[in-house]
Structure formats: C-alpha cells, structure tokens
C-alpha cells in the first residue's frame, strides 16, 4: 500500500469515528446536522477517479447509515456527491493547475474553494432531505434543513480549512 492510501485510510477512520461518536448527535434547533465527514471526499485529489470518489462516498454513507440507523440515505447522497465531485472541481477552478492538486485554499484560492464546497456540499444535502422526508409538501421545514445544515457544514469546512492552511 501506498502511503497515500494508508493516509486516507486512517483519516477515514479518524472522521468516522468523529462523526458517529459526536456530530452525528449534534441537531441544533432541530433543523442542521453537520456532517464533517464531506471534507473527506472534499479534499481528495483532483486525479481521483469517479469510481473512487463514488466508492468513498458510498462507504461513509454506509458507515454513518449503521450507525445512525439511517436506511442507506447517506450512502446514496455522498454516492452522488462523489459523482458530481470532479465536475464541480473543474468548473470552479481555473485552467493551467496541475492534474494531481489537492482542492483546498492553497491551491484554487478561499472564492473557488468555497463556491465548489458549496456546490458538493448543497448537492449532498438536497439529495439527503428529499430521500429522508420523501416529499416536497413540508416545502419550509426542507429548505429551512437543507440551508441550515449546509451553512453548519461550511462553517466546519472553512475552519478544518483554516488550520490546514496554517501548515
């Protein structure tokens, strides 16, 4: 194994612990949930493949759906997320960056950076409302979950950002 793999391994474990054991109890004013686990598939990379990304997404999801007791809906919104990943990377960068950059405010600078943490994050959240309340009649409630815990994401992002950045 390669040290990369044994890197991501290890932050996969570190994050999933973190999110089952504490963020994944956290629901303040019973609206937003943070689910730091996105700054994982966040952060890989830039010549990941989707298939990668996919299978990341999937096994965080999968692991957050056990222990969350959650049937497979995180599975499928960070599936999606892993999908939509590299598309959004590539719109929201600019040209001339090598193929192997890690996506963080070192390389693509804090403006691009967040509109394509945004963009992932906003998608996953979408994707994990609709499959939990199977309908758009609670029109309020979803928009009022899916900004709220988007913005409680991003505020975790830019501060996991932030002490990267330091380094």
């Known amino acids: ?3 990369s793999t044994l890197t991501n391994i290890r932050n996969f474990a570190l994050l999933t612990i973190v999110q089952v054991l504490i963020f994944s109890h956290i629901h303040l004013f019973g609206y937003a949930t943070a689910y730091i686990y996105l700054i994982f598939l966040l952060k890989l990379p830039r ?6 990304l996919m299978l990341w997404g999937f096994l965080f999801g999968l692991v957050v759906d056990i222990f969350g007791d959650t049937p497979g809906m995180n599975a499928a919104a960070a599936t ?3 999908f939509a990943r590299n ?6 960068t600019h040209k001339g960056l090598p193929d192997d950059f890690v996506p963080g405010v070192k390389s693509i600078k804090w403006g691009g950076y967040l509109v394509y943490a945004l963009m992932c994050i906003l998608l ?3 994707i994990l409302f609709l499959l939990e309340l199977f309908t758009i009649s609670n029109f309020v409630p979803l928009l009022i979950s899916i900004a709220s815990s988007t913005l409680l ?3 975790f992002v830019v501060v996991a950002e932030c002490f990267s950045f330091r380094k």
């Open 153 to 155: 994401t991003m505020l």
């Open 124 to 126: 996953f959240y979408i």
């Open 1 to 3: 194994m390669t040290s």
């Open 80 to 82: 999606a997320m892993g």
């Open 87 to 92: 598309t959004f990377l590539t719109t929201f």
């Open 47 to 52: 010549h990941t493949s989707t298939n990668a």
